[in-house]
């Protein structure tokens, strides 16, 4: 075959074989270039080639020592090209290892196309100069040098080259996985990248149909779990109520990023400022029962351990024995309140009667009173300081002070802390809190003030609104 249809061959061959590994050959012109010329590079054993005329001494003392389509037609000269390239990369001479690739498999498509050929090429040159042919039956095979099967050939890899741009773009296996849409495929497309997958789903659950895009949060071969901007949902291949119609993966650019929480005795305001509006995994004890729901069952434990939560809610158990305390606290309060006021009730009595006394004495010293008037205010004295009221002393309730003492250091040990840790899963680029910047009575790394919180909507919006999206690995 000519020069033109080994490249154009080899860009099919060598461009197909590449994207089993991820590399596209038509991402950069070196790739092409260098595609280019390995494919035609086992024919500079003859002058009359395109590469056998650029490289006309060299290709002239092949020719005459070893002959056409023999050692430069061989796995010899293929594992010589390999480790040539090979010790390129090794000791940095080439910086791209996808070289390696692209040159095993461009020499490697020249052979191929020579073996469809009358002549054949002999692979296992020199210990078996017999040719190697595809097929095996002559007459299916293609003359060198005719123009009608050159066409053909260069025509049909020409249309391949145009219509297979996407699978050397996305690479292979991404675009198995699209087509086939599998859970399956998903976790492998989820387990090989550092970024987040954006899942297309379609299922139907109780007889109805839900479609629709999600980031993958975590998965297995059997099963996916989802986050689609306001709920986490799971897709399992072993539920017999969910059939999932397909699941379509796609990479983002979004790397996955992950903070780690430890915090110790801190406020339920302060543990619910850390979860809210987030997706969390991780284990939170308390000091006293607290309630929280899952799956529509409510739970009351001073225990809590979850996985991929979003807006997780904890909330403060109304406990009989803090209401039992705090009856006892106004019980007690009351009990003291009345002591007092019959106390005070007492003093402003025995303050009425001595103010009494004093103003008859000091009525009877008027030297103008009538001997009636005296009689009268001597006699009304004598009663006053007859009915003998004592100042009244206060003796403090000693013991029932003391237990309402008890009684509010009681409720004050039972204020509600939380101790654990928590994993939150963060969506998009923004930098995390520093660790020199910390809310009061908190673990360093705990910055629940400032924690950045992004949705699901944020990642799957800016697709839409920035393209930022692309399966290219």
């Not at 249309?159 to 050397?168: A, E, G, Y």
């Not at 949060?217 to 989802?226: A, G, H, K, P, Q």
């Not at 008859?360 to 008037?373: A, G, H, M, P, V």
Request: hydrophobic share 40%; glycine share 4%.
């Amino acid at each position: 075959m000519n020069a033109a249809t080994h490249i154009i061959g080899g860009y099919v061959f060598a461009g197909t074989l590449c994207s089993f590994t991820d590399v596209n050959i038509f991402e950069r012109p070196e790739y092409l270039i260098v595609c280019a010329a390995c494919s035609i590079i086992p024919d500079v054993d003859t002058t009359r080639s395109l590469i056998g005329k650029l490289l006309y001494p060299f290709a002239w003392i092949i020719n005459r020592k070893l002959g056409h389509r023999t050692f430069t037609h061989s796995l010899l000269f293929l594992a010589l090209a390999w480790f040539i390239i090979w010790a390129l990369i090794k000791f940095q001479v080439v910086k791209d290892p996808n070289y390696t690739k692209i040159v095993l498999f461009s020499i490697l498509s020249h052979f191929v196309f020579d073996m469809v050929t009358v002549s054949g090429v002999p692979l296992l040159y020199p210990w078996f100069k017999n040719p190697c042919v595809i097929p095996g039956n002559k007459h299916y095979r293609f003359n060198t040098g005719e123009w009608r099967s050159e066409l053909i050939i260069a025509g049909i890899c020409g249309i391949l080259c145009i219509t297979m741009q996407p699978l050397f773009a996305n690479g292979f296996w991404t675009s198995y996985h699209r087509t086939f849409g599998t859970i399956k495929h998903v976790n492998r497309e989820n387990s090989n990248t550092e970024f987040y997958v954006i899942c297309e789903y379609s299922y139907i659950l109780n007889a109805e149909l839900y479609e629709g895009e999600a980031i993958v949060i975590t998965s297995n071969d059997n099963e996916i779990t989802l986050f689609d901007g306001a709920q986490i949902f799971t897709l399992d291949s072993n539920n017999p109520q969910l059939k999932v119609n397909h699941t379509r993966p796609r990479i983002s650019d979004i790397e996955k990023r992950f903070k780690e929480l430890h915090f110790f005795n801190i406020s339920i305001d302060s543990i619910q400022d850390i979860l809210q509006g987030k997706i969390a995994t991780g284990l939170i004890q308390s000091n006293h029962n607290i309630r929280y729901i899952e799956n529509a069952i409510t739970y009351n434990t001073n225990f809590v351990q979850f996985k991929n939560r979003f807006d997780f809610r904890i909330f403060a158990e109304s406990d009989t024995v803090r209401i039992n305390i705090r009856t006892n606290i106004a019980r007690l309060e009351a009990s003291i309140a009345q002591y007092q006021q019959r106390h005070q009730t007492a003093l402003r009595e025995w303050q009425a009667h001595q103010n009494n006394i004093s103003n008859i004495e000091e009525n009877l010293r008027d030297q103008s009173l009538s001997n009636y008037d005296r009689n009268r205010l001597q006699q009304e004295l004598i009663r006053q300081r007859n009915r003998n009221i004592e100042r009244p002393v206060y003796n403090p309730p000693v013991v029932q002070m003391a237990e309402l003492e008890a009684q509010r250091r009681a409720i004050t040990e039972r204020q509600l802390l939380f101790s654990g840790h928590v994993t939150l899963l963060y969506f998009g680029y923004d930098a995390f809190p520093t660790d020199d910047e910390q809310p009061d009575g908190t673990h360093p790394e705990q910055h629940e003030n400032r924690t950045p919180n992004f949705s699901g909507q944020t990642l799957l919006a800016q697709e839409s609104n920035q393209n930022r999206f692309n399966s290219n690995r």
